[in-house]
């Protein structure tokens, strides 16, 4: 991810990934930093992933002590949350004083890991939910915009074309020419948006606890 990876690079000391999965970012991390991974003790049964050297939680109450983290970061998590707003009260107590907060939300996405798909956030629901929770210097930043939502609809189309019956196979082939050049222009939204950047693919965002 763009925005995830610069940030990981910066990091020093204890760092919790919340929903951690198969800890696909970790490798990102500088070397010296210590990793935490967090997960749902549900994870393997309902998403069909487990991890070595991962604690796995009720998804209630973080396992951890207060102030105990440097940094903490969640990727596409916090949709799949019940109550948000605990869960980031949460990420609040185990970060010390002035420790950093990382997440990334989807805005335009499918229904997806189903039911447990809660959620989608606008920029002025997650400044509110995390000023309530005690963070401070946030910034949340669009990912793409309205011509990238319609490029990657298209493509998403195609890919289910492709994974359907035969006539819908043979339809997505047809239609690959036209998914390719989606596939350019959701990418030009990406790097330089020209379109609209209230309706994006989603949102990444970045606080620090007060202290």
């Known amino acids: 991810m763009k925005t995830l990876t610069p940030w990981l690079a910066n990091r020093a000391g204890s760092v919790l990934e919340v929903g951690c999965g198969g800890a696909p970012y970790r490798q ?3 070397d010296g930093c210590k990793y ?3 997960d749902w003790s549900g994870a393997s049964k309902a ?3 487990e991890v070595e050297e991962v604690t796995y939680y009720d998804g209630n109450k973080f396992p951890f002590p207060p102030n105990y983290f440097e940094s903490l970061f969640h990727t596409e998590v916090l ?6 707003h605990e869960f980031l009260r949460q990420c609040h107590k185990v970060l010390v004083d002035g420790g950093n907060l990382f997440f990334s939300v989807p805005f335009q996405a499918r229904y997806h890991y189903i039911p447990y798909d809660y959620w989608r956030f606008t920029p002025t629901s997650l400044r509110l939910l995390l000023e309530e929770a005690g963070f401070e210097n946030i910034e949340i930043k669009e990912r793409g915009d309205d011509i990238t939502v319609a490029g990657y609809k298209v493509v998403s189309v195609f890919y289910r074309l492709l994974l359907g019956s035969w006539p819908e196979k043979f339809c997505g082939c047809l239609l690959a020419p036209i998914a390719g050049l989606c596939l350019v222009i959701g990418q030009i ?6 379109g609209s950047r209230d309706d994006c693919l989603g949102y990444s965002v970045t606080a620090v606890k007060k202290g």
């Not at 949709?79 to 948000?84: A, F, K, L, R, S």
């Not at 939204?189 to 020209?194: E, L, V």
């Open 28 to 30: 990102y991390l500088p």
């Open 36 to 38: 935490q991974g967090l």
């Open 47 to 49: 998403f069909g992933y």
């Open 79 to 84: 949709e799949h949350i019940q109550d948000p």
């Open 189 to 194: 939204g990406f790097r330089k948006p020209i």
